[in-house]
Antibody, heavy 121, light 110 residues
Framework: QITLKESGPTLVKPTQTLTLTCTFS??????????VGWIRQPPGKALEWLAL???????RYSPSLKSRLTITKDTSKNQVVLTMTNMDPVDTATYYC?????????????WGQGTMVTVSS | QSVLTQPPSVSGAPGQRVTISCTGS?????????VHWYQQLPGTAPKLLIY???NRPSGVPDRFSGSKSGTSASLAITGLQAEDEADYYC??????????FGGGTKLTVL
């Protein structure tokens, strides 16, 4: 059974750097065809694709946020970390991590419960 | 605004059929990239409904189906049920292999 869980601060100040950790079980990020992605959703708004890291360490970023995002993996700890610099109130959102399946053309088949991050001074 | 365009809302009576459109461009859906559909019930994480135009993960009823034509895709729900009331999102990739989502469609079961 695949599970993912996001963790990190619930409140960050403007200009600070956000660090979120996705801890997963039921799969290995060293297995061919596996990826973990990050998606966010501001309150009452649509989903936004942020980043995706693959088993081979290939990384993809949203073009509009690429300069602010870094995604890394720690295969031994079964974790993926997303950092976002220069946080702004518009970055207030629920942040989800999800299991990506290359065989299914990178669909996200299992999602974490999400973690709400508020950006405010 | 979102790269993929969806109608903000659709509605239907129980038992009816509804469709939700997802319009992209030649750099995403029209370029041949697959379209995935997610269902998000209130207060919960999204759930994968359809992947690769018209494939259902295990456990998803066959009342849900997907299709694609040109630069657009559609999700069809037949035999509408009260529990189908949710937000629905389409997702694809663009020519730079970055993911894109639609703006979401709220389905109301009358």
């Amino acid at each position: 059974q695949i599970t993912l869980k996001e963790s990190g601060p619930t409140l960050v100040k403007p200009t600070q750097t956000l660090t979120l950790t996705c801890t997963f079980s039921g799969f290995s990020l060293s297995t061919s065809g596996v990826g973990v992605g990050w998606i966010r959703q501001p309150p009452g708004k649509a989903l936004e694709w942020l980043a995706l890291i693959y088993w081979d360490d290939d990384k993809r970023y949203s073009p509009s946020l690429k300069s602010r995002l870094t995604i890394t993996k720690d295969t031994s700890k079964n974790q993926v970390v997303l950092t976002m610099t220069n946080m702004d109130p518009v970055d207030t959102a629920t942040y989800y991590c999800a299991h990506g399946v290359r065989q299914w053309n990178d669909a996200f088949d299992i999602w974490g419960q999400g973690t709400m991050v508020t950006v405010s001074s | 605004q979102s790269v993929l365009t969806q109608p903000p809302s659709v509605s239907g009576a129980p038992g009816q059929r509804v469709t939700i459109s997802c319009t992209g461009s030649s750099s995403n859906i029209g370029a041949g990239f697959d379209v995935h559909w997610y269902q998000q019930l209130p207060g919960t994480a999204p759930k994968l409904l359809i992947y690769g135009y018209n494939n259902r993960p295990s456990g998803v009823p066959d009342r849900f189906s997907g299709s694609k034509s040109g630069t657009s895709a559609s999700l069809a729900i037949t035999g509408l049920q009260a529990e189908d009331e949710a937000d629905y999102y389409c997702q694809s990739y663009d020519s730079s292999l970055r993911g894109v989502f639609g703006g979401g469609t709220k389905l109301t079961v009358l």
